[in-house]
């Protein structure tokens, strides 16, 4: 538990970590950032979280993605 205290992806669903990234990017600036194919063809939500739930490295870029835009909002 204490592990999880600084952890500040703790509690935060794939889903709603996305729909953030999507909320603030918009998905051309994700699938800039972040060039996966389910970000630059089609996207959708639903395709994308099946991709990331089965592909530990994209994840971890949206996980770290998501981490900066949580730092330029609080800047």
């Known amino acids: 538990m204490e592990e999880q205290a600084n952890n500040p992806l703790h509690g935060v669903k794939l889903a709603d ?13 994700l699938g800039e950032y ?6 630059t063809h089609d996207p ?12 530990p ?6 996980e770290r993605l998501y981490l ?3 730092r330029n909002k609080h800047s």
Do not use: H
Request: net charge positive.
């Open 44 to 55: 959708s939500i639903k395709s994308s979280l099946k991709f990331l739930r089965r592909t």
């Open 34 to 39: 972040i060039k996966i194919r389910c970000f």
């Open 68 to 70: 900066r835009m949580l």
């Open 57 to 62: 490295w994209a994840r971890e870029k949206v």
């Open 17 to 29: 970590l996305l729909a953030d990234l999507v909320d603030y990017y918009g998905w051309e600036v």
